[in-house]
């Protein structure tokens, strides 16, 4: 069993933040393994009540 902290980082784009001009985004990166299965969440903010998402996915290697 291993957990993990870490950040990713990316660009974006938004309609109600500058027009669609393109931003920098850092973001939290909690992962949680066992042998080869590991799960991964970033959670996303958002405005109130807008737009915040816990985002997740499962890795396996092999």
């Known amino acids: 069993m291993r957990l993990g ?8 784009a938004r309609d109600d933040f500058a027009n669609y001009v393109p931003l920098p985004i850092v973001l939290p990166l909690f992962s949680a393994g066992y042998k080869n299965l590991n ?11 807008n737009g915040n998402v816990l985002f997740a996915w499962f890795r396996y290697g092999f």
Not at 5 to 12: K, M, W
Not at 39 to 49: C, D, W
């Open 5 to 12: 902290l870490g950040l990713t980082a990316g660009i974006t």
């Open 39 to 49: 799960v991964q969440f970033t959670y996303i903010p958002g405005s109130y009540n």
